[in-house]
């Protein structure tokens, strides 16, 4: 019997304090301080900031923040023509890669950058603001105290017969649309939990996705009704991709990277518990 259950991890804190002055802001290594605001540090945090561009300025800046490393992706989207730097930092504090990122009209078509490595952080600033600043891979950013503070939870974890994985939820029409659209990498231990309002007849495709992966259908009785491994086509981005359908009635999908799992859990009796 395979059992799957969603569980919410409790908060973990920031560490490694670095600086003492009070408020939530970065210095990076040369003397650039941004105040932070640290929008993207609970569960719910999505890959898109487009709401929260607003907050950037000359000396603001957007954190994406997690309790353990994983691959980031992250991408906005927005009427005019809009670039920002993103930094990826690893748990050490030191900028990794630093990517100037094109803002796009339509989320689905809008391809985002993911990180070349697994890390903890990435700060996101308005690209009209850092020319002068030189921000550059190899420098150590360091993070206030009350920024270190602050508490930050995990996405969900789905546990699957041995395995578990941490998944972000794709909720509603947009973020199931985007599905995993345009990411390179995916951590192993890492997914997508797609939550429909009910029980249908479901159908994915892989267009414009760039991992093979493996998909779960789950109806809402927790039994697996089918397992699909889904492969990269050969173009991405042609729009007469294959589809992979459910057998029945499912509320749940699951996507993970494919043949993580090796065992049979066609049929396999399942248990989810959402937040």
């Not at 729009?239 to 009635?249: L, N, W």
Request: with cysteine; charged share 25%.
């Amino acid at each position: 019997m395979q059992i799957i259950c969603v569980l919410l991890l409790s908060a973990v804190l920031f560490s490694c304090s670095t600086s003492s002055k009070e408020g939530l802001f970065v210095t990076i290594a040369g003397g650039a301080e941004f105040t932070v605001h640290p929008v993207c540090i609970n569960f719910e945090r999505t890959a898109d900031f487009t709401s929260h561009t607003s907050k950037l300025g000359d000396k603001t800046a957007l954190l994406y923040a997690y309790p353990h490393d994983r691959y980031i992706y992250l991408f906005a989207t927005s009427v005019q023509s809009k670039k920002h730097v993103i930094a990826f930092i690893d748990a050490n504090r030191k900028i990794r890669q630093v990517e100037r990122v094109a803002t796009g009209i339509i989320a689905t078509e809008t391809k985002g950058i993911t990180s070349e490595a697994e890390v903890r952080y990435a700060l996101i600033l308005d690209d009209n603001t850092t020319e002068d600043k030189k921000i550059s891979a190899g420098q150590v950013v360091e993070f206030s105290d009350d920024l270190l503070s602050l508490k930050i939870e995990d996405f969900p974890s789905v546990k699957v017969g041995k395995y578990s994985f941490y998944v972000e939820i794709a909720d509603d029409d947009l973020e199931r649309m985007k599905g995993l659209m345009h990411r390179s990498k995916l951590s192993k231990n890492e997914g997508m939990l797609f939550v429909f309002d009910d029980e249908d007849y479901r159908s994915f495709w892989m267009g414009k996705t760039l991992l093979p992966l493996t998909i779960l259908f789950i109806k809402k009785d927790g039994i697996v009704d089918v397992v699909h491994k889904m492969d990269v086509y050969k173009d991405p981005f042609d729009q007469h991709v294959p589809t992979y359908p459910s057998r029945q009635r499912c509320k749940y999908a699951l996507e993970i990277n494919q043949d993580v799992i090796t065992e049979n859990l066609q049929n396999g009796n399942v248990q989810i518990s959402e937040k």
